[in-house]
């Protein structure tokens, strides 16, 4: 699992380290049966832009899954405000991500903002 992570980070061009948390992650004394799809190692060497725009998004999806299970949480702050005028009470809430975690490889491989910038 170790190795097809590393492929799937450098397979997409993300430079940073990848924290591997596969205990965290892969415990088979917990479940009977396994059921995911996972990328092989032999998509390294695939050329990405020869497969069909379906299934580069399909592969994209997966390897982002992937790298985000073994990644770090994502971590936040909770803000929460209550307000009382005229008689009724205004509830409002919000977040503020503090370390963007897993969430940073996953916007990487998608395609979506890049945290921190």
């Known amino acids: 699992m170790n190795r097809l992570a590393c492929l799937m980070k450098?397979?997409?061009g993300y430079t940073?380290?990848?924290p591997l948390n596969t205990k965290r992650v892969l415990n088979s004394s917990k479940v009977s049966d396994h059921h995911a799809i996972l990328p092989t190692e032999n998509v390294y060497d695939a050329v990405f832009g020869d497969l069909p725009?379906?299934?580069q998004k399909i592969l994209?999806?997966?390897a982002?899954?992937?790298l985000a299970a073994l990644g770090n949480p994502c971590r936040f702050t909770g803000y929460h405000l209550e307000l009382?005028?005229?008689g009724q009470i205004f509830k409002a809430s919000a977040k503020r991500i503090t370390d963007p975690g897993w969430k940073e490889m996953e916007s990487w491989?998608?395609?979506k903002k890049e945290w921190g910038s």
Do not use: F
Request: hydrophobic share 50%.
């Open 10 to 12: 450098d397979k997409w």
């Open 16 to 18: 940073k380290l990848v």
């Open 53 to 55: 725009e379906g299934e």
């Open 60 to 62: 994209s999806l997966l």
């Open 64 to 66: 982002a899954r992937l």
């Open 84 to 86: 009382t005028a005229a």
């Open 109 to 111: 491989i998608l395609g």
